[in-house]
């Protein structure tokens, strides 16, 4: 099956700790996104990666950090300088623009502070 | 600039009725503009999406409607049926970075 695999779908983090959220994707697409989603607020784009070995920040960057070792893979670190941390996490993927464009979306993971 | 300003915040139409939700932007640079559907607990989906140098795209009952001199576009849902109730976003991306911008969102209800 092709798609986007978000794990795990919830995550409970203690006050202080590092938390990573694991996004892969088996269609062979360029371009990865984190958004995070909360009530009424829709979604903000987190991070972003065109290529591997390279991303953006963006709009809610602080707090959060990225890496891009491999294509398939884009994990989403939440810091401890994340304040407020709970909230739904989605990632996404997409073909290089020009060609398409269509972003296909994990099932989402749901952050917990304890 | 980034903004995609995305109104209704929520909407209740009744069935067999038309649901139309409004997207406006500003940064000339986007040059693809999906519309995605929501459903509780679930990733969005894509629905359908439309280039600045088209103005009307319709698929089944949904169609966007595009007037790219007011950087407006909008989501017409005809025949409104109550499966159709979800949440709702507009998106707007640049192609020169790819990054893809999404609107806050429109919690569509459809009274059976």
């Known amino acids: 099956d092709g798609g986007i695999t978000q794990s795990p779908k919830y995550l409970f983090r203690k006050e202080g700790q590092n938390v990573t959220l694991s996004c892969e994707q088996n269609?062979?697409?360029?371009?990865m996104y984190w958004y995070r989603q909360d009530p009424g607020q829709g979604l903000r784009l987190i991070y972003y990666s065109q290529i591997v070995n390279d991303f953006q920040k963006g709009d809610i960057a602080e707090g959060y950090s990225v890496s891009r070792e491999k294509k398939e893979s884009f994990p989403l670190t939440v810091t401890s300088a994340q304040k407020n941390p709970t909230a739904f996490y989605l990632c996404?993927?997409?073909?290089?623009?020009?060609?398409?464009?269509?972003?296909?979306f994990g099932q989402g993971t749901r952050l917990t502070v304890v | 600039q980034q903004q995609v300003k995305q109104s209704p915040q929520s909407l209740i139409v009744q069935k067999g009725g038309i649901s139309i939700i409004n997207c406006a932007y500003e940064?000339?640079?986007?040059?693809?503009f999906p519309w995605y559907q929501q459903f509780p607990g679930k990733g969005p989906a894509l629905l359908i999406a439309?280039?600045?140098?088209?103005s009307e795209k319709k698929e089944g009952r949904f169609t966007i409607s595009f007037n790219k001199s007011a950087k407006q576009f909008s989501l017409h849902i005809m025949d409104s049926q109550p499966g159709d109730s979800a949440t709702y976003f507009c998106a707007a991306r640049s192609g020169a970075t790819n990054k893809l911008i999404f609107g806050t969102g429109t919690l569509l209800a459809v009274q059976p």
């Open positions: 439309i280039r600045p140098d088209v």
């Open positions: 996404a993927s997409s073909i290089a623009s020009g060609t398409g464009g269509e972003a296909f």
């Open positions: 269609l062979n697409h360029d371009a």
């Open positions: 940064n000339t640079a986007f040059d693809y």
